[in-house]
Each structure stands twice: as C-alpha cells, then as structure tokens.
C-alpha cells in the first residue's frame, strides 16, 4: 500500500499498534465533536503553511497563523529587533551569538515571543508542519507535553526521518487525513473540555471544593480509612484556624497563597504517580475521553459535576428541578 494511505496513530497506543491502517475514506465523526483551536507549527520558508492554515478554517476550526498572529500585527522577523541583528542583511538576521543575545533582549522579541507563547497556551491541537526549523519542534513539544493533540504533517521536500516523532499522536502525509481525524474525537485538553460545558471560575473556593471531593476519592483508593480522613482533615482545619486563615466572606486569599498551594498539590500528585508507577498524561488524556461523553452542568461557582449531582450548596436557583 503506497505510504500516503498509512497513518500510524501513536501516543497512548500499545507498541503493537502503532502502524495502523487508515479507514479514513469514510469516517463518522461524533455530532458532539467541537471545533478546534489549532496551533501549525511551521516555518517561514515553508510554501504550504498559507494553505493549510485555510484549509483547516474552511472546517471551521480556530486556526493560529504565525504569519499574521494577530489584527494589525505581523509575524516576528529578526531583522525587527533592531541593532545587530537588522544588520545582517535578508536572511541572515542574527546569525550571530552577539546579535541573537541584542535581539532577545529588545521588546520585539519579547512581543513576539508572547503572541506566539499565549498561542500555545489557548491551543488544543497542534500540528507540525514540515519542512519546518528548531521553533515549529520546541512548539510541538511543548503542546506534547501538555497532553494536548499533536499532529506531525510531513513532506517529501527537505524530508528527514526523526525517531522521536513517536512522542505525538499522528504522522501522517495528508491534511485531508488530519481534517477527518479531527472530526473523530474532541480535544485532550481539559481546559477546553471545562469551557465548552459551561464552566466559569466565578468562585475559585467552589473549584477547591470540587477538587476536595475527588481527593478523599482518591485517599479511599489509596487504601485510607474513614478515621484517617477525618483526621487528617480535622487537623488541617484546626491548623487554618488557629492561624485565622478562613476568609470571612468566602473570597480567594491573595493569589500568590493559593498557588503555593497548588503547587504543593502537584507535587505531592508527581511523586505518588512516579513512585506507583503511573502515566498521569496518559491517564488524564483517557479519562478525558470519558469526561466528554457524559453531561455536565456548573455549579454557582462555576465548578462542573455530572448533571443531577450538583451538590445543594452549589445549586442555581431557578434552573429546572432544583
């Protein structure tokens, strides 16, 4: 079978898997699937990108251009950073290590740098567009590692084989194949999943609430006992008033407070996954699956539970059956 008809789906698959057959001919995409929010990672000098950058918007899709990042804003040059590097002549923009440390440090870079890396951020695809440089590769990666979908389109010009390709979801050689894998499944990310039913953030104690719950599910999976729990509980809640943390109205502390202890939170969630041996990108990006098929509905706070299952101090008044 000629190479175009092959796509090898990738990240999450078992080794045996990994080459697969493409039933792309036909597909039947979910009526829940949503539109994406694509970031293509590609070069300048890469003569599809334009066109790819359509294709996907007559999809329907959020497509991010790098050419064109933003209303009245044109893509980054190094030869707009001024000093050496505007210098150098066409093509040559900071070819050196004097003029690329000048250009970093300019408010260009520094502008263009933010366009693209908040790109990244709102992103729930990407896809890698060859031939492309060490940029489109870094981008890639990022979103990689973020357990967002990653596609890598390649192409014969300037083609060079690269083992670790094998860390993205899909090699393919077709955007027509990328349009109609898109439409098979909706996106990894959480946070689209979250936007897309309705979440707000309008009290961020509700979200730590709801996060409450799943970690005494969490803490009985590990093997803890109710007394244990509770009492682990109890002294964290006595801890917190005996230093008169609890906030009187119920509003967030300062942000700085919480994110401490959100990274504490991550960490000890890093060490138990390494520790019993567990793919926490692998798991989240399955339990994502799941998360889109089923119903959901926010709470007053804006934190989202399974419809019917929104607690009595989280629910809106007014809404049908409540």
């Known amino acids: 079978m000629p190479r175009h008809d092959i796509f090898i789906a990738l990240r999450d698959a078992h080794p045996s898997s990994f080459f697969e057959e493409s039933t792309m001919t036909s597909p039947t995409p979910s009526t829940k699937t949503v539109r994406r929010r694509i970031y293509v990672a590609s070069s300048w000098r890469n003569p599809q990108q334009p066109a790819v950058v359509e294709r996907l918007r007559a999809e329907?899709?959020?497509?991010?251009?790098f050419r064109n990042p933003a209303p009245g804003q044109k893509g980054?040059?190094?030869?707009?950073?001024?000093g050496e590097a505007s210098g150098d002549g066409p093509g040559r923009s900071a070819k050196t290590i004097s003029s690329y440390l000048e250009a970093l440090d300019s408010?260009?870079?520094?502008?263009?740098?933010?366009?693209?890396?908040?790109?990244?951020?709102?992103?729930?695809?990407?896809?890698?567009?060859?031939?492309?440089?060490?940029?489109?590769?870094?981008?890639v990666g990022y979103i990689a590692g973020m357990g967002k979908d990653t596609f890598v389109l390649l192409d014969e010009h300037g083609f060079e084989p690269e083992l670790m390709y094998l860390l993205n979801d899909y090699i393919t050689t077709d955007i027509e194949q990328v349009v109609q894998l898109l439409d098979r499944h909706n996106p990894t990310d959480i946070r689209r999943w979250h936007d897309v039913n309705g979440a707000h953030f309008t009290r961020p104690a509700g979200h730590a609430l709801r996060l409450l719950r799943e970690v005494v599910e969490?803490?009985?999976?590990?093997?803890?006992?109710?007394?244990?729990?509770?009492v682990h509980t109890q002294e964290e809640i006595n801890k917190a008033l005996e230093r008169n943390e609890f906030s009187p109205d119920g509003t967030m502390q300062e942000l700085s407070t919480a994110a401490e202890e959100l990274a504490d939170c991550q960490i000890l969630i890093t060490v138990f996954a390494s520790r019993a041996g567990i793919n926490l990108t692998h798991e989240v990006r399955h339990k994502a699956v799941i998360l889109w098929g089923r119903e959901w509905e926010?709470?007053?706070?804006?934190?989202?539970?399974?419809?019917?299952?929104?607690?009595?101090?989280e629910q809106v008044e007014g809404r049908d059956g409540q």
């Open 60 to 65: 329907g899709h959020e497509v991010y251009d």
């Open 218 to 230: 969490f803490c009985v999976a590990a093997g803890a006992s109710q007394d244990e729990i509770m």
């Open 107 to 139: 408010d260009r870079a520094a502008e263009g740098f933010e366009l693209d890396f908040q790109a990244l951020e709102w992103c729930d695809t990407c896809i890698l567009l060859l031939p492309s440089g060490r940029s489109a590769h870094l981008e």
């Open 76 to 82: 980054f040059h190094w030869s707009d950073c001024g």
């Open 298 to 313: 926010a709470g007053k706070s804006g934190a989202l539970y399974r419809v019917g299952r929104v607690p009595q101090h």
